[in-house]
T-cell receptor
Framework: KAGVTQTPRYLIKTRGQQVTLSCSPISGHRSVSWYQQTPGQGLQFLFEYFSETQRNKGNFPGRFSGRQFSNSRSEMNVSTLELGDSALYLC??????????????????FGAGSRLTVL | QQPVQSPQAVILREGEDAVINCSSSKALYSVHWYRQKHGEAPVFLMILLKGGEQKGHDKISASFNEKKQQSSLYLTASQLSYSGTYFCGTELRAQKLVFGQGTRLTINP
């Protein structure tokens, strides 16, 4: 079956612009999480969506936002881009959001990521 | 809330063993381990639930000490394919997975 698909894979923006990243989860997966990966900070949790609702949020400024559609696809948006926003943005999907992991249902499957460069 | 991994980097020769530790200051619901090879997405290795169950995956195993809120990943007789960055992800009651900063493992022939 198809994996998690993220688009675009690479993009270059300038400071002050905004960007929208897209994530299509594995078919049947209803939870989508977003992470920012930078060399010094590792994987930083942005937010998590389940059934079109934001269930969890990380410690990022309001410039970072997201949403999930009825087909479980998700988008994240970063407005007023700053140089420090340059990073690899990873999306991950899972069957359910947290909870008992008897079947490993909340195991994350990551996409290849969208590499954002802000100039 | 971010778990602390140690060591930050390890260099081994093929066939040697390694232990990677993950500690949290919060009570954990579960611990996940993922491996990311250079230029690739992180890939799930195993999950450990409360109860101290030890899991295995070929020559890679892990334990979860609930009292100490610590997990350890054991790699025995390491192979070249084990190289990569290992992340532990801790699941709190809020049901979000927070990852450590990663441990870079380099296996040399």
């Amino acid at each position: 079956k198809a994996g998690v698909t993220q688009t675009p894979r690479y993009l270059i923006k300038t400071r002050g612009q905004q960007v929208t990243l897209s994530c299509s989860p594995i078919s049947g997966h209803r939870s989508v999480s977003w992470y920012q990966q930078t060399p010094g900070q590792g994987l930083q949790f942005l937010f998590e969506y389940f059934s079109e609702t934001q269930r969890n949020k990380g410690n990022f400024p309001g410039r970072f936002s997201g949403r999930q559609f009825s087909n479980s696809r998700s988008e994240m948006n970063v407005s007023t881009l700053e140089l420090g926003d340059s990073a690899l943005y990873l999306c991950a999907s899972s069957l359910v959001t947290g909870g008992p992991s008897i079947s490993g249902a909340n195991v994350l499957t990551f996409g290849a990521g969208s590499r954002l460069t802000v100039l | 809330q971010q778990p602390v991994q140690s060591p930050q980097a390890v260099i081994l020769r093929e066939g040697e063993d390694a232990v990677i530790n993950c500690s949290s200051s919060k009570a954990l619901y579960s611990v996940h381990w993922y491996r990311q090879k250079h230029g690739e997405a992180p890939v799930f290795l195993m999950i450990l639930l409360k109860g101290g169950e030890q899991k295995g995956h070929d020559k890679i195993s892990a334990s979860f000490n609930e009292k100490k809120q610590q997990s350890s990943l054991y790699l025995t007789a390491s192979q070249l394919s084990y190289s990569g960055t290992y992340f532990c992800g801790t699941e709190l009651r809020a049901q979000k997975l927070v990852f450590g900063q990663g441990t870079r493992l380099t296996i040399n022939p």
